[in-house]
């Protein structure tokens, strides 16, 4: 194993990867900017897609509705919060994130850099939300700071993806990946394992197709059931199936281990507000799920990109 892998985790984690990237350890404060979503407001689709409900993946969003500049200051000034940090990510999270006209975005995200401490943006949206107007924006911004652009995948299957009323194919995906990389801007993709109808090998053999792709990171994620999801129906009638925590620590090492160790693994588990999580119970946060992921890999004796 050598770098950029972690030497204990066996992947190549996001912490070192964002070392190199700015000058320094980063923490993530995530806002709303106040977007809504293609695939509920009719432009691409309506109802969304059936795992989703927005509010049970933006609760670290602390001070939603205010402006962004002030979202920012508040999160960053909170007590207690971020005493030793000082490098700063704004994560815009909430919907799809430069679905919007091109002044709208640029006056959002430029608002972001209100502190001296943050020293970029992270975008996530979906691959029909990244037109040449909007790559202008973020290509601009990318000039003088970091700028990563995250795009939900969630399955390589068309027919999960419409499935599951995703909205978008996995080639306008890939067609996504190739237009933001054209501009220089880093590129993560999200991807959920156990999504209904999808299957295993499918994940895995995922961490090929993405190596192949020049992104920088890759964000898994279990399929959960939140509540106030269509899926969360389905999940009450006994129709959906959630994955165990050992069969997902078990795929998730089988994906690293085709994934290129260029690739920084930005994380591993999925979460949802208390209240809000329906299934699977597993109650694991995301260095313990790191710490299982890595003990897995060297029970194999493999590490990320070993079977590439
Ligand atoms: S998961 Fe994302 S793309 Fe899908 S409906 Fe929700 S906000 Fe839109």
């Not at 700071?145 to 599951?164: F, N, P, R, T």
């Not at 009638?237 to 994955?243: D, I, L, N, T």
């Not at 690739?263 to 946060?285: F, Q, T």
Request: charged share 20%.
């Amino acid at each position: 194993m050598f770098p950029p892998l972690h030497p204990d985790l066996r992947f190549h984690n996001y912490a070192s990867y964002l070392r190199r990237r700015v000058g320094g350890a980063a923490v993530r404060i995530s806002v709303d900017g106040g977007f809504t979503c293609p695939n509920r407001d009719g432009s691409r689709g309506t109802g969304g897609c059936l795992y989703c409900n927005n509010d049970s993946f933006t609760g670290a969003i602390l001070y939603p509705g205010l402006p962004v500049e002030e979202q920012v200051r508040r999160t960053i000034l909170a007590p207690g919060r971020h005493r030793n940090a000082r490098h700063f990510l704004v994560y815009f999270q909430r919907y799809s994130n430069s679905y919007a006209p091109p002044g709208e975005l640029e006056r959002l995200y430029r608002a972001a850099f209100c502190h001296p401490g943050v020293a970029g943006i992270v975008v996530g949206t979906r691959p029909d939300c990244l037109g040449p107007e909007v790559l202008d924006v973020l290509e601009g911004i990318g000039r003088t700071a970091y700028v990563s652009i995250e795009i939900g995948l969630q399955s390589k299957s068309d027919a999960v993806l419409a499935g599951i009323n995703r909205g978008h194919t996995v080639d306008e995906f890939v067609a996504a990946v190739a237009a933001v990389r054209a501009r220089g801007i880093d590129t993560g993709v999200h991807l959920i394992y156990g999504l209904p109808g999808d299957t295993r090998a499918n994940f895995v053999e995922t961490a090929g197709f993405l190596s192949g792709l020049d992104i920088q990171g890759v964000k898994l994620h279990h399929f959960h059931v939140v509540a106030g999801s269509p899926l969360a129906n389905e999940w009450e009638r006994g129709r959906v199936r959630v994955p165990e925590y050992g069969e997902y620590v078990s795929a998730c090492a089988d994906f690293l281990e085709r994934l290129s160790p260029e690739v920084a693994v930005l994380r591993l588990i999925g979460s949802a507000p208390p209240g809000m999580l329906i299934a699977p119970l597993w109650e694991k946060g995301g260095r313990e799920m790191a710490r299982d992921v890595a003990a897995e890999l060297e029970r194999r004796g493999t590490w990320q990109g070993a079977l590439r």
